[in-house]
């Protein structure tokens, strides 16, 4: 496994739409682990491919509260609901935090890593905000484009940018 380098915005990757998996091979299952390796040592919520530079329909979430990480392929939302204001992070735009409108209620459809359809409802958690922030990486959308307004946006101090620095307060704030 290889920790991979997670390129910033403006990065042209990051705001293209991915390419769907056609075949989960020895190839795409490096990528997920590197992705899973990536994502903690960012200590991160979430990865998608296009952050770490390939264009696939592949994100990886790993709760904080849970053991295990969710590996989605071929994610689509199929159902969300409601509407909420939370903020968050992302590790493609390091140093910044917004507020930003989520859903209540999301549902999801995915392959896990081996081929297997599986399905996700998350509501009001998390996971329901995790969802909609790594699939919209993958359709080349950015949490800056769903602020609140164009000045919900802040930067953070450089305690707080700092990923090592894990006060209880500040590791809710992990970046998805």
Known sequence: MAVLNI??????????KTQRVKKIDWKI???????IETMYDAQGVGLAANQVGVPYRICVIGIPEEEEVR?????????AK???ELEE?????PGYRGTVKRSTEVRVRAKDRNGNSIRIKAEN???AQALEHEIDHLNGILYLDRLVDPNAIWELSPIESDPSHSDDEEASLSPI
Do not use: H, T, W, Y
């Not at 390129?7 to 293209?16: M, R, V």
């Not at 992070?89 to 735009?93: D, I, K, R």
């Open 7 to 16: 390129p910033s915005a403006p990065n042209a990757i990051l705001f293209k």
């Open 29 to 35: 299952q490096q990528l997920i682990d590197d992705m």
């Open 71 to 79: 590996v989605l392929i071929n994610p689509e939302i199929i159902v």
């Open 82 to 84: 409601g509407e909420r």
């Open 89 to 93: 992070g992302c590790l493609s735009v």
């Open 125 to 127: 958690d998390l996971l």
